[in-house]
T-cell receptor, first 116, second 114 residues
Framework: AQSVTQLDSHVSVSEGTPVLLRCNYS??????LFWYVQHPNKGLQLLLK??????LVKGINGFEAEFKKSETSFHLTKPSAHMSDAAEYFC??????????????FGQGTILTVHP | KAGVTQTPRYLIKTRGQQVTLSCSPI?????VSWYQQTPGQGLQFLFE???????NKGNFPGRFSGRQFSNSRSEMNVSTLELGDSALYLC?????????????FGSGTRLTVV
């Protein structure tokens, strides 16, 4: 079975300061991990993905995430927040086999607010 | 390259009616998944299709069904609509059979049941 826990439901930062969105996962297999972003009344956009290659993954818009197997974590970071980063972010796990075949499991989401 | 296209964007239906939602994946993508998004339950997996075969199904009642056509386009149907079916329904497609490349999502269909 697979599961995802996003440790913060809301994160608030000032423009130009670092962003940290925390995610822990559970998986029976070697999972694929993703971060998606959803702006209001929009679909989901893929920010970055980890698929058992490099543990530090770079994504779009300056975001990156580090896969830490020993801590079962996949935290999302950005060095300097921009107003346009304000959105809801989802950590997602996908198992390649078992009953989770073909299924994405989403965390509950973290709403990022960026203050001027 | 066109993205994932979902139609219609908005729907208003009455309790007891049925509804069909459509999804056209990115050209060449054979894996299509459906998700329901609500404020209370978040994003929940409905089902996944690959080459016209349903490979996985989430924990939803039998009123929720789907299918995939030979051109990879997919439809989902909800019969005997209930108020609780009001949600954003998202479709996603992937180029890899196991979704390792990630899924590209459409903009969704907003269904309101009154």
């Amino acid at each position: 079975a697979q599961s995802v826990t996003q440790l913060d439901s809301h994160v608030s930062v000032s423009e130009g300061t670092p962003v940290l969105l925390r995610c822990n996962y559970s998986s029976s297999y070697s999972p694929s991990l993703f971060w998606y972003v959803q702006h209001p009344n929009k679909g989901l956009q893929l920010l970055l993905k980890y698929t058992s290659a490099a543990t530090l993954v770079k994504g779009i818009n300056g975001f990156e995430a580090e896969f830490k197997k020993s801590e079962t974590s996949f935290h999302l970071t950005k060095p300097s927040a921009h107003m346009s980063d304000a959105a809801e972010y989802f950590c997602v796990v996908s198992d390649p086999g078992g009953t989770s075949y073909g299924k994405l499991t989403f965390g509950q989401g973290t709403i990022l607010t960026v203050h001027p | 390259k066109a993205g994932v296209t979902q139609t219609p964007r908005y729907l208003i239906k009455t309790r007891g009616q049925q509804v069909t939602l459509s999804c056209s994946p990115i050209s060449g993508h054979r894996s299509v998944s459906w998700y329901q998004q609500t404020p209370g339950q978040g994003l929940q997996f409905l089902f996944e299709y690959f080459s016209e075969t349903q490979r996985n199904k989430g924990n939803f009642p039998g009123r929720f069904s789907g299918r995939q056509f030979s051109n990879s386009r997919s439809e989902m149907n909800v019969s005997t609509l209930e108020l609780g079916d009001s949600a954003l329904y998202l479709c996603a497609s992937s180029s890899s059979p196991r979704g390792a490349d990630g899924y590209t999502f459409g903009s969704g269909t907003r269904l309101t049941v009154v």
